[in-house]
């Protein structure tokens, strides 16, 4: 099964703090997005392996938009 | 002579620098990124140009694009306004070796400035008290040790390039070395990723300090005037939400005294245009110098209504090469200013709300000239997440303090904003706040006060 981590809010994706094939804990921080110079943690709502990051640093995102794909 | 100002900025500080452009007869260029282009702001320039995508790497930090359109629009001077690229001595050199003028200190002062430890150790050289730590970067957590022993906790640990509330690291009490170290390593890989340095130095906490600034004009033959002092002691994460002019506690004498530590310093430098030096004052009423601001504030309005000086215009003027048309005893201060900063945030936990203005009807400005609006901000428009959260500055004037606080409330309450969260709660609650009033503020004022939950009530 796949999970897909989702943006939670607009604005910038400011670092991906894991790799492709990490195993990860449910609750573990992903991603870090950067809203209006404010730095939100996005953390994942399922444990499982990192498949796919889908965005790079300083990528513009809307609500939702897909970030990391995990197997779970 | 400069003929046409090209201004690497987006949002109210584009308007305001075209406005005075217009009273000078100067032509304006305006970049925009993505995010910016259906922007009304935009179109008041005489000439617009897309630098970009939406992120900031990509547009309003691109110096290469910028330099382009520098280039393309034939403007001779650039205006950088405050943020972005204002103060990075690599854009300033690239504007210059371009042929256009700089609106600003020379490139080789602003990379100075852009050492924090630079300008302590140069201050503590002129006598100018300088908070206790070190005035250059430290080599090992050691160091932090030893400082703890000396001048006690806490301390803090900052990026000697830092800037804008980041790399800063408060310690509280002494931790074991692997924690400490940890603390250390970290500030430097944020040092080294967001400001190209990881030097980092140790500076003891004043308590309750009061963030008094002085804003000061310096033109190319040295000249140094001071147009007063303002504090900022208002802030939330090293942002500040509410400025004014004069401080309740600033005697004349301190005044006086701060002018003149102020024009040592400028004169030292050998800084030209407008700028800022910011002190801390504690509780015993002794200052110390904490750092320069080598551009337009956002801030700045404050000072125009009580000295009646258009401070974009003293910038054009000096960068063009003017000499400074007053002296000292020619700058009057009259009445008394606040600003208070409305982001666009939740009142209550101060989280960022972007999106789109549905609904916007602002004070009036026309008939009530003791109030003053810097905002671009405009109904159906959109305010993009990528940015500073700032929405309006909303400044009044009064005769004295009371007054002014009185004017900028009753401006606050008649604001309608839809579609997007905004801070004018928490402004009203502090203004509000019986301690406000009676001016006993500091830095650490909001989060001990619990204003933002006092927002809920109000």
Known sequence: MEYTLKAPMPGLVARVVVVEGESVTEGQELAVINCMKIEISCPTGKRGTVKKILVGEWDEMDVDTPMILLEV | ?458
């Open chain 2, 1 to 458: 002579m400069i003929k046409k100002i090209l201004i690497a900025n987006r949002g109210e500080i584009v308007s305001r620098i075209i406005k005075t452009c217009n009273l000078m007869g100067i032509e304006t260029v305006v970049v925009y990124s993505e995010a910016d282009k259906d922007a009304s702001y935009v179109k008041q320039a005489n000439e617009s140009y897309c630098i970009g995508a939406p992120s900031p790497i990509k547009s309003y930090l691109n110096i290469e694009s910028i330099v382009t359109v520098l280039k393309k629009s034939k403007a001779d001077a650039v205006h950088p306004g405050y943020g972005f690229l204002s103060e990075n001595a690599g854009f300033a050199k690239a504007v210059v070796a371009s042929g256009a003028i700089w609106i600003g200190p020379d490139p080789k002062v602003l990379e100075n400035i852009e050492s924090k430890c630079y300008c302590r150790k140069l201050a503590s050289e002129l006598d100018l008290p300088v908070t206790p730590g070190t005035i250059q970067p430290i080599e090992t957590i050691r160091d932090i040790y030893n400082i703890a022993e000396s001048v006690g906790v806490p301390l803090m640990l900052k990026l000697d390039k830092g800037g804008g509330g980041k790399g800063i690291q408060r310690i509280d009490e002494i931790q074991d070395s692997k924690k400490m170290q940890a603390m250390f390593d970290s500030l430097q890989r944020v040092g080294v990723m967001a400001f190209a340095s990881g030097d980092v130095y140790v500076e003891k906490v004043i308590e309750r300090a009061r963030h008094i600034e002085v804003q000061f004009l310096a033109d190319q033959d040295q000249q140094v005037i001071c147009l007063g002092e303002r504090e900022c002691s208002i802030q939330r994460r090293y942002q500040k939400i509410i400025e004014e002019s004069p401080s309740v506690v600033v005697s004349e004498t301190e005044r006086q005294r701060l002018f003149a530590y102020t024009k040592k310093l400028i004169h030292t430098m050998r800084y030209t245009g407008a700028g800022t030096i910011e002190y801390l004052r504690d509780i015993e009423g002794s200052y110390y110098f904490m750092e320069i601001n080598a551009r337009l504030q956002v801030e700045h309005p404050v000072t125009e209504y009580i000295t009646k000086i258009d401070i974009v215009e003293q910038q054009i003027r000096i960068a063009a090469g003017e000499k400074l048309a007053m002296q000292q005893q020619d700058v009057s201060f009259c009445g008394h200013a606040i600003e208070c900063r409305i982001y666009a945030e939740d009142p209550e936990t101060f989280m960022p709300s972007p999106g789109i203005i549905r609904k916007l009807s602002l004070p009036d400005t026309i008939i009530n000239t003791s109030l003053r609006i810097d905002s671009v901000a405009e109904e159906g428009g959109n305010v993009p997440p990528y940015y500073d959260p700032l929405f309006a500055k909303v400044i009044s004037w009064g005769s004295d303090r009371q007054s002014a606080i009185e004017i900028l409330k009753t401006g606050l309450m008649s604001f309608v904003v839809e579609g997007i969260k905004t801070t004018i709660r928490a402004d009203l609650a502090i203004l509000n706040h019986p301690k406000f009033v009676a001016g006993d503020i500091h830095t650490a004022f909001l989060s001990e006060e619990h204003c933002l939950s006092q927002a809920k009530l109000s």
